[in-house]
């Protein structure tokens, strides 16, 4: 059945209308690599990916938080260090004191140890990595290792002192090293908990890797089907148009006819 030449232009006219816009919307999507952007494009994927990105940008979070810790418990290894070789080296000059020696050698190694017992305490006192002072016996600092808030604690149970073997008269040897003994296993204590974040570093972004995976998943473009998609988007344009411009009367196919 013939439909009107009028009405066939007017129906022409919509679906060219429809498919330009389908048309245009493929090429945006092509062009950002984004399958859904709104909600409209696929309500039901882009609240999961809105869900997907929150996680994720806790992850990133999280992950910021855990390079700060692991970058304290590096620093605070490396100023024990310090501190134990100090310590090291003071009790060379204690047991170089107790030796036979003349008076002037005597204060030379009294003057050393003396400088050696300032260095540890302005070391211990004045060390700090963002904010945090490095060589105390309580949590240097709690972080959170995931999006669930589980906490862990770097923290020293030992710490190294110059306080009590601060005068090479008075020292004893034992006393220094006890001291180098504290020192060392600071630095132990350090050492662990930045293996252990670096750790939970590599959970945390192998967790957020999962998601965005799923975001990519849910929300991007598959460019093959896109642009097989757009073809018969602009074939089918095409097929419309052409009668609509010359005016033609056709047969429309079944189910798009006008009465």
Avoid: W
Avoid at 109 to 124: C, G, R
Avoid at 195 to 222: R, W
Avoid at 237 to 254: D, E, K, N, T, V
């Amino acid at each position: 059945m013939l439909s009107s030449t009028s009405s066939v232009a007017s129906l022409l006219s919509n679906i060219y209308n429809s498919t330009n816009a389908a048309i245009s919307s493929s090429m945006s999507q092509i062009a950002s690599g984004k399958r859904v952007q709104n909600p409209s494009d696929d309500f039901a994927a882009y609240v999961k990916a809105a869900a997907l990105n929150s996680d994720i940008a806790g992850y990133q979070t999280v992950q910021q938080n855990l390079t700060a810790a692991q970058g304290l418990a590096t620093y605070a290894a490396g100023v024990g260090n310090d501190i134990a070789a100090n310590l090291t080296k003071m009790k060379n000059l204690a047991t170089q004191y107790v030796a036979p020696t003349d008076a002037n050698q005597q204060a030379s190694y009294a003057s050393q140890y003396t400088a050696l017992v300032n260095e540890i305490a302005d070391e211990k006192a004045n060390s700090y990595y963002d904010g945090n002072k490095v060589y105390q016996a309580a949590s240097l600092k709690t972080v959170n290792v995931d999006n669930a808030a589980h906490t862990m604690s770097i923290k020293a149970d030992a710490v190294g002192d110059e306080t009590a073997v601060n005068n090479i008269t008075t020292a004893s040897l034992g006393g220094i090293q006890n001291e180098i003994n504290n020192a060392q296993t600071y630095v132990a204590e350090m050492n662990s908990s930045a293996d252990e974040v670096t750790k939970y570093i590599s959970l945390t972004g192998t967790a957020s890797s999962g998601e965005q995976s799923a975001v990519d998943a849910l929300v991007n473009v598959d460019q093959a089907a896109a642009m097989t998609k757009l073809t018969a988007q602009q074939v089918q344009q095409q097929a419309y148009r052409r009668p609509a411009a010359r005016g033609m009367r056709i047969s429309l196919p079944r189910g798009n006819q006008c009465s």
